[in-house]
């Protein structure tokens, strides 16, 4: 995936299980990953201009939020987010299934 001022470039659907992401930053700022699940939370190291890191995670079905989180939000306050999810949430219902 892609980090850029200021936008995340990323497949919006993924699957379940122990991902890899690799962060390319396309862009001319350090950009970090920082991946929100319900309460949870975990991030890569800021990725330099032109750098490319790893962060691995086991993920499972549901909504996740992904934002740029330098300079105490600056990049998120100009948008540098996006959305991902893992799975279908029948009619509603707390349950998230895969596929
Ligand atoms: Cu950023």
């Not at 936008?7 to 396309?26: D, E, Q, S, V, Y």
């Not at 990953?33 to 549901?62: E, W």
């Not at 540098?80 to 999810?85: E, G, P, Y």
Request: proline fraction near 8%.
């Amino acid at each position: 995936m892609t980090l850029t001022e200021y936008a995340i470039g990323m497949n919006p659907k993924l699957r379940p299980g122990r991902t890899t992401f690799l962060l390319h930053n396309r862009g001319r700022f350090p950009h970090n990953f920082t991946v929100i699940y319900g309460p949870k939370r975990f991030h890569s190291r800021d990725v330099p201009p032109g750098g490319t890191i790893r962060l691995t995670a086991t993920l499972v079905p549901g909504a996740y939020m992904v934002a740029c989180t330098v300079l105490s939000g600056g990049h998120l306050a100009q948008g540098m987010f996006a959305l991902f999810t893992i799975g279908t949430r029948a009619h509603g219902g707390a349950t998230w299934h895969y596929p």
